[in-house]
C-alpha cells in the first residue's frame, strides 16, 4: 500500500519538502501578447489624479520697457539714437530739426511704434540751455542735462560726429553712466541771469581799467599815489594832456568805455535791490547777510547759482559742486595734492572767496 501510495513526482525522483508530498503546478501565467494587450487596455482605463506639484511656479511678470533716448543738440538740426533697456544694442534713428515742435513730432511717432514703453531723454547742457528739458517735462517726459565734461570718453577716440555723440549719450544713459544737472524754476533763471550780467560787466571793467594802465605806461605816465580809482586817482587821470590829438582821441575813449562800465555796475546793483524783495529765496539772502563778508550781492548770486542748497546732503558735496576740494594725485604709497580743482561754479567761488577773506581782518 505504501509503494502505491507513492506519488508520481516521487516516482520522477522529486524529493519531500517539509514533509509533505510535492505538488504539482500548472503555469497561471498568460501568454506574452495577451499579457501586453491586457496592461495597455488597463493603463489606458486606468483612474488618472491630478498630480501636485511640489515647486511653485510663479508667473513671469513682464518688466515695462524702457527707451533710452540721446539728444546731440545743436542750432538747427538735432541728432537721435535709441537704447531699449531689453537689449544690448544701439539704434540710429537719424537727425530732425531743432525746435522744440520737431522734438514733439519725434516723440509722438516713438509712442506709435513702442506703445507702452517710458521714453526718457538726456542730451548735453549747452547754449540751447534748458527751454528743450523744460519743455519735455512739461509734457510728462523724463528728461536729464548732462554736464559735457563729465561725460566719459574714450581718449583713444579720434573721429567725432553728432551721430556718434549722440550713440554715445543714449548708451551711457542706459548704462547708468550719466548724471544730471540741477536746472532751475525760470523766475530763479531769471535771477542768476541778472546777476551774471553784472559780473560780465565788472569784468569788463576790469579789463578796460588794465588797458588803459598799459596805455599810460607804454608813455611813461605813472600814477605816484597809493591806490588807483580813487576819486584823486580819477583826477590826476582828468589831468593827463597827451602829446598828439589822435592819441588824447584813444585815451579818452579809454576813459569813457570805463566810466560806462561804471554807471552800468551801479544800475545793476540797483535793480537787484529791487529784485531781491518779493523772491522765493528773499529768507535765504537775508540770512546768509547775517554772515561776514556777506552782502546783498555775495549773498544774492550764492542763492541764485545755487538753488536749493538741501540738494546738498553734506557740506563736502556742496565744496566738490564749488571747485574748492584739492586736486589729488595718489599712485600706491605716494600721496600728492595741490591747490583746489576750480571745476565747480566760478561766480559763487569768486563769491565766497572774496567774503572769507573778511575773516582775515579782526571785525571793527
Not at 62 to 82: C, E, M, R, Y
Not at 122 to 150: M, N, Q, T, W
Not at 265 to 271: K, T
Request: net charge positive; hydrophobic share 35%; aromatic share 6%.
Amino acid at each position: 500500500m505504501r509503494r502505491e501510495a507513492v506519488s508520481v513526482f516521487r516516482e520522477r525522483g522529486l524529493p519531500r519538502v517539509c514533509g509533505t508530498e510535492p505538488q504539482r503546478c500548472e503555469p497561471k501565467f498568460k501568454q506574452p501578447l495577451e499579457r501586453k494587450t491586457d496592461t495597455m487596455k488597463n493603463y489606458i482605463l486606468r483612474q488618472t489624479e491630478p498630480v501636485q506639484s511640489q515647486i511653485t511656479v510663479v508667473p513671469a511678470v513682464a518688466k515695462p520697457s524702457v527707451i533710452f533716448i540721446g539728444l546731440d543738440v545743436h542750432n538747427d538740426t538735432i541728432a537721435v539714437s535709441l537704447a531699449p533697456s531689453d537689449s544690448t544694442e544701439v539704434r540710429r534713428y537719424g537727425i530732425i530739426g531743432g525746435e522744440h515742435d520737431d522734438v514733439l513730432k519725434l516723440v509722438k511717432k516713438l509712442q506709435a511704434a513702442h506703445p507702452g514703453a517710458t521714453l526718457q531723454f538726456c542730451y548735453e547742457a549747452g547754449p540751447r540751455g534748458f527751454a528743450l528739458c523744460r519743455c519735455l517735462r512739461l509734457h510728462g517726459l523724463d528728461c536729464i542735462l548732462v554736464c559735457p565734461s563729465k561725460v566719459p570718453r574714450k581718449p583713444g577716440e579720434r573721429v567725432k560726429t553728432d551721430r556718434r555723440d549722440a550713440d554715445q549719450l543714449a548708451r551711457l544713459f542706459r548704462a547708468g553712466e550719466l548724471t544730471g544737472i540741477y536746472v532751475p524754476e525760470p523766475v530763479d533763471e531769471a535771477m542768476r541771469d541778472l546777476i551774471r550780467a553784472r559780473f560780465q560787466v565788472g569784468k569788463a571793467q576790469h579789463r578796460a581799467r588794465q588797458q588803459l594802465k598799459m596805455y599810460l605806461l607804454r608813455h611813461n605816465l605813472r600814477y605816484g599815489g597809493k591806490s588807483s580809482w580813487t576819486p584823486a586817482h580819477l583826477r590826476y587821470l582828468a589831468q593827463i594832456k597827451m602829446p598828439f590829438p589822435v592819441q588824447q582821441i584813444v585815451f579818452q575813449e579809454m576813459l569813457e568805455v570805463i566810466s560806462e562800465a561804471t554807471e552800468r555796475l551801479e544800475r545793476y546793483d540797483q535793480e537787484i535791490e529791487r529784485a531781491v524783495p518779493g523772491w522765493r529765496w528773499e529768507p535765504a539772502v537775508r540770512a546768509l547777510m547775517s554772515l561776514r563778508g556777506m552782502a546783498l550781492l555775495h549773498a544774492a548770486t550764492l542763492v541764485a547759482e545755487l538753488g536749493d542748497f538741501n540738494r546738498f546732503e553734506r557740506p563736502g558735496q556742496l565744496m566738490n559742486y564749488l571747485g574748492l576740494v584739492p586736486s589729488e594725485h595718489t599712485t600706491g604709497s605716494d600721496r600728492q595734492q595741490g591747490g583746489i580743482t576750480k571745476m565747480g561754479n566760478g561766480p559763487t567761488r569768486r563769491a565766497l572767496v572774496e567774503a572769507a577773506w573778511q575773516y582775515a581782518l579782526r571785525p571793527a
